[in-house]
T-cell receptor, first 112, second 113 residues
Framework: QQQVKQSPQSLIVQKGGIPIINCAYENTAFDYFPWYQQFPGKGPALLIAIRPDVSEKKEGRFTISFNKSAKQFSLHIMDSQPGDSATYFCAATGAGSYQLTFGKGTKLSVIP | NAGVMQNPRHLVRRRGQEARLRCSPMKGHSHVYWYRQLPEEGLKFMVYLQKENIIDESGMPKERFSAEFPKEGPSILRIQQVVRGDSAAYFC???????????FGSGTRLTVV
């Protein structure tokens, strides 16, 4: 059972565009939603995270939007750059758990 | 701070051999987690360990897979009698406490031929 559904699978945007990656979850016990960035040959690195008591969180060019009633959250990358080309994973955990449940990932390509 | 160190980076094993993957957590981190990433998939939890204890191995296959985190030395993920389906990237993460805030290593890419 896939508990975190991520879309799209891949995304191509031009430099300066705003790619948006969406995730939906099923488990209402989830209360922590991180996003990870992974470059080829590297491990995932925490990018930004949100808890459901806020609807939006911004860190630099990265913004998470959170819709608790719809059980959805999304990542926006403002003014995207070629260096942002990577695979992005959403994840969720909660109820005191240490296990992260990951989406399947979105491969982002930012073309100059 | 060297981060989470995993070795080897790449490992090739023939079917039926054993694979040993090592993970040294970040300094000061006593909680270690192993995840497996199949091609085109997200990471899947395998096991959570603290020093000398397995806390949760609910994601580990019941056979051939084992993990340890001894008092001294790195955490080891051991896969006996490997099969082609074991080919994947195996990531270790560590944290100072069990409430998240993981740091992942760069992974070991296992190829079974």
């Amino acid at each position: 059972q896939q508990q975190v559904k991520q879309s799209p699978q891949s995304l191509i945007v031009q430099k300066g565009g705003i790619p948006i990656i969406n995730c939906a979850y099923e488990n209402t016990a989830f209360d922590y939603f991180p996003w990870y960035q992974q470059f080829p040959g590297k491990g995932p690195a925490l990018l930004i995270a949100i808890r459901p008591d806020v609807s939006e969180k911004k860190e630099g060019r990265f913004t998470i939007s959170f819709n608790k009633s719809a059980k959805q959250f999304s990542l926006h990358i403002m003014d995207s750059q070629p260096g942002d080309s990577a695979t992005y994973f959403c994840a969720a955990t909660g109820a005191g758990s240490y296990q992260l449940t990951f989406g399947k990932g979105t491969k982002l390509s930012v073309i100059p | 701070n060297a981060g989470v160190m995993q070795n080897p980076r790449h490992l090739v094993r023939r079917r039926g051999q054993e694979a040993r993957l090592r993970c040294s957590p970040m300094k000061g981190h006593s909680h270690v987690y192993w995840y497996r990433q199949l091609p085109e998939e997200g990471l899947k939890f395998m096991v959570y360990l603290q020093k000398e204890n397995i806390i949760d191995e609910s994601g580990m296959p019941k056979e051939r897979f084992s993990a340890e985190f001894p008092k001294e030395g790195p955490s080891i993920l051991r896969i006996q009698q490997v099969v082609r389906g074991d080919s994947a990237a195996y990531f270790c993460a560590s944290s100072p406490d069990p409430k998240g805030g993981y740091t992942f290593g760069s992974g070991t890419r296992l190829t079974v031929v």
